[in-house]
Structure formats: structure tokens, C-alpha cells
């Protein structure tokens, strides 16, 4: 029988909790905080805007990032924009609207207090980015300007051209660097946590390697706050950028932090295809394209022909078939999909037969290539920087791939995962998305997280700390950690295999994403499980990495990613196989309607699945948290 | 299609360096500059040698952490791209290459084509920000920003701090990073209580920092992923000016 986890969400009404929350929130004296000091691993925006509003605050801060500089984070290469709701446009938006656009987004998979309160915080964030002096867009009045997105009714999408992520970024770095230039902050760059040090299961700090000496290092805290992304790289091919990784997600989870959900993954239906075995990411083109752009595959499979001599007759516009009233600007799980099974079915088009088109070509027929010029202009500037053709002479080959972890470290309210003094913010939780995440919602919660929860949360847990002893880095905890991460780096290194990190990460990589990606079975989950543990095992006895651990080594870094990512991989399997129902990104086969709809299952599976590391990375234990819905009744998703 | 490659190898700081020279058959033209690296990284692995260290990462030409001198020039010959962006169709079948890394007093060579850049950081951390704390922010709509003005602080702000202005500069003159930043943020009614005290400051950090004087070649700008313009060094020099001025 799984164990039941309770998340602590305050009483009263849904609009008041978080007011409830921050008035009886425990306090800590500004003399006191200068003598408390908190980690934050990753340096993007939920985690640079934590640290940077703890500094503020008077606390000590350690900021780590494995970059060589904390604006490189991949928080930067998101394009499309952030949601507020501020109702500029006086378009009926409220908080009540945003959250719910969330939740059903999510597929009711998500906290309803959570959700909620991200709405709530949602328009200070954009007074916050503004003062700060982010370029959003603006109309001639000199007004901020909106745009709309996927998955709902009202304009609230703020945006920096197609850079919204960087000028967001630079907004929360900017902030950090000024807390580094008056010693409230050190930044850590080319430094990867590679353990979290518990003490009687509380987080007293990390151990960490230099990645330019390759010196082993021990930092203590009273506090640590993980913020380090998602986990979509797992896939090998994704829109993440080459660096992201699940190791101080699942370092912490081996000490003890349960993990939520890890199977949910959106795939973004709007990235480019794998043109080659070499490949080594999958680039993202903003999904504002299908607002424009028509989706079609030939309808005969053995149609070779160039798509502009392929007459409309002979040509299945399936997303505008299958869903007269959303068509092209479905949601990102069901456009995905429905791509999947078009590619699947040998309808795929391109060289690999891996894609399907996006098609300008009405488009620019009816608003003129002026129009689409200014309104995509960079990204068909982008698509023929990468691919060689343009885009307004030939439709866009386009494939999804995989995007965003849904599922990350349990968090209780307070963003506390199950280890007391470590919290967990950004994509690197799992709290409020749900089963699929809206566009634009990503960079809102990161730093909805960093600026305005954790400084309270955090400094609620802190109030505990003052009057315990400091943790130091001479106990017994950090020793061995230290030498548990020199013990493994060294293994890494006289393995002395045939194999690279690399080669690993690939099949791994192909085998989740035909198993365990945008649609999954008992049959084929069960199936795939054995082939990872099989590549596991030669994993650990066929790696070849080269040289020492005493300078740079990036086979080295990416050695220790790729073993992480093998226990990690079986998990989302495992998560996968016990959630017998389709919700958002998460689709079973064996769990759809006649139509090949995603069919829920409320009575059973209405809760998150937090998995708890038991030693063996093929018997995790299930702990659940039910989500209770009082303020929205569940209703099935319908985009048709 | 087939490529002759002479990369820079240096092991550490302060070891001397030297050229080496690979080949490598099979490509695709479809491939990128970096995945082409890759092949011969993985080639060099299973033959025992130590593979190339080089710095990467989003591969989609927005985060600056890549970038290598390719053939002299900074991420390659075509203009306004990162060398993530690069891909092998720019080259012909049989050519040379010859990889190496930024080359700047300010940004020694770490391994190979690694360098280190934390020079920018050290310039934005001595006045490239607006001084705003969390929570303190007014309504956002209370000052209006007309659109050009915003417009003008974007195509500021566009900088990804890759370094090409620098590696490319005879001078090695970061005149275009800073003169970005102190444009983006001038432009904007946010950024002017503090407009003064940021010029001089990062002005003066960027003369200590071992970067070199501006001499108005533009030769930056050619380089700049975002097409920044040299525009913006004449208006950091303006700023200086009038701050000194003031002052």
C-alpha cells in the first residue's frame, strides 16, 4: 500500500491562503541574517532570482552553475513570452481565469493551491522585470503590449521579440551580479554539485567539483535550494540545451527527496527534425508559428514529390480534420501527437521521413509576405540558418521533440521537498503545471518561485535555524560524501570500455523515446525497462572515458550525467506503468477513446506519484499525494 | 564531403599550445561546425587521444557560451551568427580549417578552445544593472516607454555575451559589450537615476580589466551574433562624456 504525503497548504479560501501564509510566516530579525547561508545550485531564472531577493534580503548566498557564466543558463532560449495576469487588455482575464486555464491545461494533475497562487503572483512579476529594464514590447502609446497563446481565451503573454527568455534572464543576472559586486553573493561558475550532504535528514550543504581544476570541494549551509532545471535531455534529442542535466534532481532524490511524477514530459510539436545519426539537439522554432502556418503530411505515403507540386486535393491537413475548431493551434501534448501518428503511419515526410510540413505558403497568400516577414521574420531567418531553405518558398519540415519535465522533485507548499532545508524552484520541481504545461507559463513560474515564494518560505525555515550550530564541513557526513564523488569519478575512469558517454546517452535516449515519449503502453514500457537495465549493466562495465579528473574533462562531466540519467530512465518507466489512465502529456495507449482521445481515470490515479529511492533503482517505492479539487470541477479536455 | 582540420591544443594556461592537424571523411554538409567537432571527438576517443575541449551549450546561437576563431575570423565567415549556427554546407569538400580559440588578454585560453570570459561579468557587476530590489517595483504601466525608445534599448539588450567584439577587435576592445549595456539601460526612463555613476564606472573597470581602447574600426559589429551596432560605443562615449561633464 503506498503512503500517503501531505503538502501543507494553508487553511482558509483558495484567494487567501498565500495571505494567510505570509502573515503568520515565521520571521527572521535583519541582524540574524547576515549569520545564515543558503546554496542555490543553478543560475537560471528561478534560480538567479532566488538569489538574488535572499542577498537582498541580508542573507549569505553561494550561487553555483556548471556554465562559465551565470547568464548562460537555458532559461535564455525560451522565445514566445511570459503569462500575467494584468488584463491590460481588459479582455475578461482574472486570477480565477488564469488559474484555471493552468489547471485544465495541466489535465487536473496539478496543486490547486499552487496553481492559484502562481496566478496570483503572476502581475508583479512584470512591474518586477520592468524596473529591472526588460525590453518588453510595447505598443505606440508606449504601453505594454500582449499577445495570446495556446490554450486559452485571453491576451496575457508579455514578450521581448522572440527573446523573452534572455531579457528575462538578464533582468535576474544583472540583479545577482549587483548582490555579487557588495559580498552578499559568490558565484560559483564551472562548478556541478555532484552529492547533497544530509545530516539526520536535513540538508546541511554539497559537495562540488571544479570543472576548470577539477578539485573536489565542500560547501555548508543552513539552507539548499535546487534550482536546476528540467530533465528533457534524458532524450538525448531535445530543444535543451547540451548541458542540462538531471544530477542534482537525482543526487538529492538518492538522499532522499521524493520525485514527482518524473514520466510527464511535454514534446514541443514545433522543432526541428534529426537530419543525421550525428545530431545533437533538436532547435526550437517559437510555436507562434501555427498561428499561421497549416500542418499537413501528403496522403499518399509514396507522394515523393516536392511539396509545392503536391495539389491540395492530395494533401491531409489532419490537425484542422481531426480538430475543426482549434486546428493548427491545438495544444502542444495533442499537436504532438498527432504528428507522432502521422510519422508513425509512414506519412512522414523529408529525407528521414521524420517530419511533417508547416505550410506559409495561404498564409502569405492572403496577408502578404510583408506581413509574415514582420510577424516571423527571424525565425525564418533562423530555419534557414540551420536547415538551408527558405521557408517562404517551401513549407518548414518541422517534428516534435522533447521540452519540458513536468515532473521533478516533490515540493510541499513551501517548495520544501521531503528533506528538511531543501527546497526545490523552477522546472526543477513539479508543482504546478500538471500533466502539461501552457505555453509562456514556464518563465513565469521560475521566477514567481525565485522572487516572491521562496524569500518567504525559505526564511520561514530559516527562523528555525538561527539558534542551531552552523554546519560545518568537517563532519562526518561531508567526509564520506567526498569520498563517495572521488571513489565514482574514478571509476568512470578505470572502466577503460569501448563506449563513450555519448554513445550510452543515445540509445538510452532512442529507447524513452519509442517507449516512453509522446505515447507509451503496459507492453512496451514493461519491454523497455529490461532493455535499460541490460544497458545499464554495460554501462558500468564498457564506459571509456579518457584522461583525469585533475583538469578539465568534459567526457568526465558528461559520464556522471549519463549514469544518473540510467537510474532516472527506469523510474519514468515505472511511473509511467503505474499511471493506468492518459492525462496531458502522459498518454497510454491502452486508455483512449474510440476517437484517440486521452481517457482520464479521476476515481484512481487523482493524485501525484512522489517515488521515494529505496537503494534499488527498479524497486522505488510510491508514496501519494491526492489532489483534491474543491474550487473547479474536472471536465474532459476538448480542443475539437 | 571531407575536411582537413589544425585545432589549437593547449592542455592548461600556461602551457604553450600548439597546432594539430586531423582529417576527418564521411561528413554530412548538413552537419553543424560543432557536431562536426563532436565526430572528431568521438573519433579521437576511440583511438585513445584526449578529445578537444570546447565550450557549448544552448547549440541554438542565444546563450554566447560557444564560440571559436575559425579561419581568423570569429564564429566563421558568414556574417551575424554564432558558430553553433555554422554548418558544414559552408565549406567546401576538401578544405582546411584552422580552429582556434578567442584570442584576448582578457580571456586566457583555459584547455584548447576554452576560454575565460567571467571578464563580462565582472564588467556587468560594476554598474550593468538597474538598482531595483525585489518587491519595490511601481505598477508597470505607470511610466509609459514609447515604442521606439524600447525598441532602441532592445536592440541594445540583444547582446548574448559571446565575446566575438572582443576576439575579433585588433585592439581587443570590449567597447561593444559595455557600450550595449550602457545603451540598453540609459535608453529606458528605469535606468536613468543611475546613469551616471554606471558609465564611469564600467568605463573605468573596463580599462582595468586589461581590455583595449576602441579605435573605431566597426570591424565588431560584422562579427556580433545580434548585429549589434557600433552605434552604441558612440553613445557610451557620449555618456561618458556627459557624466564626466556633469560631474
Redesign the interface.
Known amino acids: 500500500m503506498a503512503k500517503f504525503i501531505a503538502a501543507k497548504i494553508p487553511e482558509g479560501p483558495l484567494e487567501k491562503k498565500w495571505q494567510n501564509y505570509k502573515d503568520q510566516a515565521k520571521l527572521v530579525s535583519p541582524n540574524n541574517r547576515k549569520k545564515l547561508e543558503v546554496i542555490v545550485i543553478g543560475t537560471g531564472l528561478s534560480g538567479a ?1 532566488a538569489a ?2 535572499l542577498a ?1 534580503m541580508g542573507y549569505q548566498v553561494k550561487s553555483f552553475c556548471f ?6 543558463a ?1 532559461s ?2 525560451a522565445q514566445g513570452g511570459v503569462n500575467a495576469m ?1 488584463n ?1 487588455k481588459n479582455d475578461g482575464d482574472s486570477v480565477q481565469r488564469m488559474f484555471f486555464d493552468t489547471l485544465k491545461g495541466g489535465d487536473f494533475r496539478a496543486r490547486e493551491a499552487n496553481t492559484y497562487r502562481l496566478a496570483q503572483c503572476s502581475a ?1 512579476l ?8 526588460v ?10 503590449s500582449n499577445r495570446s497563446f495556446g490554450g486559452v481565451q485571453v491576451s496575457r503573454t508579455f514578450y ?2 522572440g ?1 523573452t527568455g ?2 528575462l534572464l ?1 533582468g535576474a ?3 545577482l ?2 548582490q ?2 557588495k559580498g552578499k553573493v559568490k ?1 560559483f ?1 564551472r562548478h556541478e554539485m555532484l552529492e547533497l550532504v544530509c545530516e539526520n535528514n536535513t540538508a546541511k550543504g554539497i559537495i562540488t567539483r571544479n570543472l ?1 581544476s577539477g578539485k573536489i570541494e565542500r560547501h555548508a549551509a543552513h539552507a539548499v535550494v535546487i534550482a536546476s532545471g528540467g530533465f528533457g535531455k534524458i532524450y538525448y534529442l531535445s530543444t535543451l ?3 542540462c542535466n538531471a544530477s542534482a534532481i537525482w543526487r538529492a532524490h538518492k538522499k532522499g527527496a521524493l520525485m514527482a511524477n518524473p514520466s510527464w514530459t511535454q514534446f514541443h510539436p514545433t522543432s526541428l527534425p534529426q ?2 545519426t ?4 533538436l ?2 522554432m517559437s510555436e507562434s508559428l501555427r498561428n499561421d502556418g497549416r500542418i499537413w503530411v501528403p496522403k499518399n505515403k509514396k507522394d515523393a514529390r516536392n511539396p509545392n507540386e503536391i495539389p491540395e486535393s492530395d494533401r491531409d491537413y489532419y490537425l484542422e480534420r481531426k480538430y475543426p475548431s482549434y486546428g493548427n493551434l491545438a495544444p502542444r501534448d495533442i499537436a504532438s501527437r498527432a504528428a507522432k501518428e502521422q510519422i508513425d503511419n509512414g506519412f512522414g515526410v523529408g529525407e528521414l521521413k521524420n517530419a511533417v510540413y508547416l505550410d506559409f505558403a495561404k498564409a502569405i497568400k492572403d496577408l502578404g509576405k510583408t506581413t509574415i516577414q514582420k510577424r516571423y521574420g527571424n525565425l525564418f531567418d ?1 530555419y534557414e ?4 531553405i527558405n521557408a517562404f518558398k517551401e513549407p518548414m519540415k518541422i517534428s516534435p521533440s522533447a521540452h519540458f519535465s513536468m515532473g521533478g522533485l516533490w515540493v510541499d507548499y513551501d517548495l520544501q521537498t521531503s528533506i528538511a532545508g531543501l527546497f526545490a524552484i523552477g522546472e526543477a520541481n513539479f508543482s504546478d503545471h500538471g500533466a502539461n504545461r501552457l505555453g509562456a507559463n514556464s518563465l513565469l513560474q521560475a521566477c514567481v518561485d525565485g ?2 515564494i521562496l ?1 518567504y518560505t525559505l526564511q520561514n525555515y530559516l527562523a528555525t535555524q538561527i539558534d542551531k550550530p552552523k554546519p560545518v564541513t568537517h563532519s562526518q557526513a561531508f567526509v564520506d560524501a567526498e569520498e563517495r564523488v572521488k571513489t565514482q569519478l574514478q571509476t568512470y575512469l578505470n572502466t577503460n570500455g ?1 563506449k ?1 558517454p ?2 550510452y546517452h543515445k540509445e538510452l535516449g532512442k529507447m524513452l523515446y519509442d517507449y516512453c515519449g509522446l505515447s507509451r503502453s503496459r507492453k512496451g514500457l514493461t519491454y523497455v525497462i529490461k532493455e535499460i537495465q541490460k544497458l545499464r549493466e554495460e554501462f558500468k562495465t564498457n564506459l ?1 572515458v ?2 583525469d579528473t585533475y ?2 574533462n ?2 568526465l562531466e558528461k559520464a556522471g550525467r549519463v549514469a544518473d540519467y540510467f537510474e532516472l530512465a527506469e523510474l519514468m518507466c515505472l511511473d509511467a506503468l503505474n499511471r493506468e489512465e492518459s492525462c496531458g502529456a502522459h498518454f497510454r495507449e491502452e486508455y483512449q477513446s474510440d476517437e484517440g482521445e486521452a481517457v482520464r481515470n479521476d476515481d484512481d490515479y487523482a493524485y501525484t506519484a512522489a517515488w521515494e529511492w529505496t537503494g534499488n533503482a527498479s524497486q522505488p517505492e510510491l508514496h501519494k499525494e491526492k489532489l483534491v479539487f474543491k474550487n473547479v470541477s474536472l471536465s474532459t479536455r476538448s480542443y475539437k | 564531403m571531407k575536411l582537413q582540420l589544425k585545432i589549437w591544443r593547449q592542455n592548461n594556461p600556461d602551457d604553450l599550445g600548439r597546432f594539430r592537424n586531423y582529417k576527418l571523411t564521411e561528413l554530412n554538409p548538413a552537419m553543424s561546425f560543432l557536431e562536426m567537432l563532436d565526430t572528431l571527438n568521438l573519433q579521437l576517443i576511440k583511438n585513445k587521444e584526449q578529445p578537444v575541449e570546447f565550450d557549448h551549450d544552448c547549440r541554438e546561437g542565444i546563450c554566447g557560451q560557444c564560440g571559436v576563431m575559425i579561419n581568423g575570423i570569429a564564429h566563421g565567415k558568414p556574417k551575424n551568427i554564432t558558430t553553433c549556427q555554422l554548418h558544414l554546407r559552408e565549406f567546401k569538400d576538401g578544405d582546411t580549417i584552422v580552429i582556434e580559440p578567442f584570442r584576448a588578454k582578457a580571456f586566457p585560453v583555459l584547455k584548447d578552445l576554452k576560454v575565460d570570459r567571467s571578464a563580462f561579468d565582472t564588467l556587468i557587476a560594476s554598474g550593468g544593472y538597474i538598482g531595483v530590489e525585489t518587491g519595490q517595483a511601481p505598477e508597470a504601466n505607470t511610466t509609459p516607454v514609447p515604442q521606439e525608445i524600447a525598441e532602441q534599448a532592445f536592440d541594445a539588450a540583444a547582446c548574448i555575451g559571446c565575446g566575438a567584439c572582443v576576439a575579433t577587435c585588433k585592439n581587443e576592445s570590449a567597447a561593444l559589450f559595455v557600450g550595449a549595456k550602457i545603451s540598453h539601460l540609459a535608453a529606458l526612463p528605469q535606468g536613468k537615476a543611475e546613469r551616471e555613476k554606471r558609465v564611469l564606472n564600467m568605463v573605468n573597470r573596463m580599462d582595468e580589466l586589461e581590455f583595449g581602447h576602441c579605435t573605431n574600426t566597426e570591424a565588431c559589429q560584422v562579427e556580433c551574433p545580434q548585429d549589434i551596432s557600433v552605434l552604441h560605443i558612440a553613445k557610451m562615449n557620449y555618456e561618458y562624456l556627459r557624466a564626466k561633464l556633469k560631474k
Open positions: 532570482s538574488a531577493s537582498e556554465q562559465d557564466s551565470p547568464r548562460r537555458h535564455v532560449a494584468k491590460y508583479a512584470i512591474d518586477q522585470a520592468v524596473a529591472q529594464g525590453p518588453f514590447a510595447r505598443e505606440y502609446s508606449g504601453y505594454l521581448a521579440r527573446q534572455q531579457q538578464l543576472y544583472q540583479a551580479l549587483r555579487q559586486a558565484i561558475n576548470v540545451a547540451m548541458g537530419s543525421g550525428y545530431q545533437s539537439k532547435t526550437l533562423m540558418k540551420i536547415t538551408g522572487y516572491y524569500p569501448t563513450t555519448d554513445e571509456l579518457l584522461g583538469q578539465i568534459s567526457e
